[in-house]
């Protein structure tokens, strides 16, 4: 019993996004779809102990939740045509092959529904993270910082406006791309950062979740290959990822940047992130992402040159505070203008910031913390590690920031 709950727990954490977009592109009713696969998972729960799992499990799931959509059509009197593309596929045989030979991944059709102008903006990422990668609105709602039954609300009023404005299923024209487009990505990258946030290290449901953001971003490549951006925030995951076994020591120690080991990075994902920059760079429309994944690929040069070019990685966050001048990007070109020019360079950046959000942002504090320590203002930068310490969720770096606190 124990092994069929945790064979559906994995099924539904890698496959529900592709099994949900398929379901609500055939039936354009994303509610609706998304009930009938949660009770598929319900019955797999129930089933699964008593008769074994299925050779595919994945499609086991398909069958029960297109069966439960047909009769959920029947029984309301739904016109049939949303039905007939889930019932042709009913009749097709269970066999050993995978979900991905059964049907089309839907989901980069999925993620511009849930980009689309009549959906309000600040919803297109967390409906994009609930549909296409299954997470909980308890999950969005924290990322968010707003409360959980909020977030529900809010996100059941998106799905319905889907319906309520027949929104199609389908790439946009290139009139109405690039905005739809900016908003993707942006779902793309939230579900890297949480996954990163998630593993600790460890955590393998945040491991899945960065794998999946990170293929999500070559479906979208596939799909739109002469879009520079896509082939940005694809090389700035995968630069992040190669280091990912070198962020902590044996012991469990975190480990910044400047200490980690360049031969532990990885080499491969390393080739492939400066490949797709390099293409990225040929159509000559630099943005946020591509300068992102331009400031990591002057970091991992470490690994060839033995030092860091802190000079580029402060003209490229010039460019990027310019592009997007969000606090994330201006608290990290203090960090570089101090490697570059000096802490006092640095430390009178960030006291230009100004912003109430700085009261709550973990990494200025950390920074804050780290400038002043170089400067021997001791009892200052014990005041800001503190602040930064208080914010820190993850023990690993808690433990790193109490070390250079004593």
Known sequence: MADAGRTVEAVARTQYGRLLAFLSSAFGNVDEAEDALGESLLAALTSWPNDGVPKNPGAWLLTVA????????????????????????AAEPATSATVGDMFPDRRVELMFVCAHPAIDPSLHAPLMLQTVLGLDAARIAQACLVAPATMGQRLVRAKRKIRGAGIPFQVPPAPELPPRLDAVLEAIYGAYGLGRD??????????DLMDEAI???????????DEPEVRGLLSLMLFCDARRAAGRSRDGRYLPLSEQDPAVWSAPEIQEAE???AEAARFGRCGRFQLEAAIQSVHVDRARTGRTDWGAIVMFYDQLVHVAPTLGARVARAAAVAEASGPADGLALLDALGSPAVATYQPYWAVRAHLLRSLDRLSEAAAAYDR????TEDPAVRRFLLDRRS
């Open 66 to 89: 297109r069966h439960r959509l047909i009769d959920g059509a029947r029984r309301t009197g739904v016109r049939h045509e949303h039905a007939d593309a889930i019932r042709a596929l």
């Open 198 to 207: 998630d593993t600790e290290g460890t955590d393998t449901g945040g491991r």
């Open 215 to 225: 293929w999500l971003a070559r479906v979208v490549r596939e799909r739109l290959p």
């Open 275 to 277: 490949a797709e920059l």
């Open 388 to 391: 930064a310490i208080g914010l």
